[in-house]
């Protein structure tokens, strides 16, 4: 289970906002891994742990395309073999890419 802290910030006293922080993530990076990504962040103008997030989120993003396209194809795969499932699927619909 995941434990997030919230901070509000009250505004003209009608208006909240909250602000949910991720959870701290601590990593350990041996001296030439830790240079290269501290050179890299000082020549893009951000810090290192900013530089990190920014390629962990990126990275993550990529992984749940990939696992979203994985799945996408386990139901190609599952409609290629099961003729019930392919008229169950022309009967109730077809996806959305497919409609004009």
Known sequence: MKSRRRFGIVLHSRVTI????????????????????????????????????????????RLRREAIRAEGEQVLAHLAEHSAAREELETFGAPVSDLP
């Open 18 to 61: 909250a602000i949910t922080m991720a959870d701290t993530l601590t990593i350990r990076l041996d001296a030439d891994d830790r240079a290269i990504l501290e050179a890299v962040a000082r020549d893009r103008g951000m810090g290192l742990s900013a530089l990190v997030r920014d390629l962990a989120e990126a990275e993550a993003r």
